[in-house]
T-cell receptor, first 112, second 115 residues
Framework: DAKTTQPTSMDCAEGRAANLPCNHSTISGNEYVYWYRQIHSQGPQYIIHGLKNNETNEMASLIITEDRKSSTLILPHATLRDTAVYYCIVRVDLTGFQKLVFGTGTRLLVSP | GAVVSQHPSRVICKSGTSVKIECRSLDFQATTMFWYRQFPKQSLMLMATSNEGSKATYEQGVEKDKFLINHASLTLSTLTVTSAHPEDSSFYIC???????????FGPGTRLLVL
């Protein structure tokens, strides 16, 4: 199954864009890239997902490279409430059981 | 996004007792539900996957007789930790998905403390 590599931690100033990278060099052609975040002591929150094309929603933008070996989650104007652990996940599909396997994620700290 | 709830949010029990945690999809019917466990300062670890009306599929190393999972309806799954011990103390999180093509949504988690 494809695995992801993310920086352990990142800092961002409030109001600035937060760009969170993720490497998934062994991703298969039909595997999606998902992003979730987990604020302390809460369940993970879905942010965005994509296959090949760049995606944008009210929370964030997802930029996927043409070779699909890496992606970047962009929070355009980070706020203090965006401080969380961000997980980049490739959705594993094993004989119809599609499940999300979490890595260690990136701890984003947004400061005033 | 879809809403998933868990009950209770936190529970304290004595060693040797059993604890049941409920997971409900509030505004959609979930054909598949997942149970995760998270220890302090660690990532989420998938314990099992259950499809409505079928037996759960457990991940390697997870004891199916200790962690009983029931997914009897499209909106409810339960995880029962049998004969709980202090090492079972953890943050248990469920998630639910309507179909295989759709996004997985997570509950708020249940913090279990076994004394």
């Amino acid at each position: 199954d494809a695995k992801t590599t993310q920086p352990t931690s990142m800092d961002c100033a409030e109001g600035r864009a937060a760009n969170l990278p993720c490497n998934h060099s062994t991703i298969s052609g039909n595997e999606y890239v998902y992003w979730y975040r987990q604020i302390h002591s809460q369940g993970p929150q879905y942010i965005i997902h994509g296959l090949k094309n760049n995606e944008t929603n009210e929370m964030a933008s997802l930029i996927i490279t043409e070779d699909r070996k890496s992606s970047t989650l962009i929070l355009p104007h980070a706020t203090l409430r965006d401080t969380a652990v961000y997980y980049c996940i490739v959705r594993v599909d094993l004989t119809g059981f599609q499940k999300l396997v979490f890595g260690t994620g990136t701890r984003l700290l947004v400061s005033p | 996004g879809a809403v998933v709830s868990q009950h209770p949010s936190r529970v304290i029990c004595k060693s040797g007792t059993s604890v049941k945690i409920e997971c409900r999809s509030l505004d959609f019917q979930a054909t598949t539900m997942f149970w995760y466990r998270q220890f302090p300062k660690q990532s989420l670890m998938l314990m099992a996957t259950s499809n409505e009306g079928s037996k759960a599929t457990y991940e390697q190393g997870v004891e199916k007789d200790k962690f009983l999972i029931n997914h009897a309806s499209l909106t409810l799954s339960t995880l029962t930790v049998t004969s709980a011990h202090p090492e079972d103390s953890s943050f248990y999180i469920c998630s639910a998905r309507r179909t295989t093509q759709e996004t997985q949504y997570f509950g708020p988690g249940t913090r279990l403390l076994v004394l």
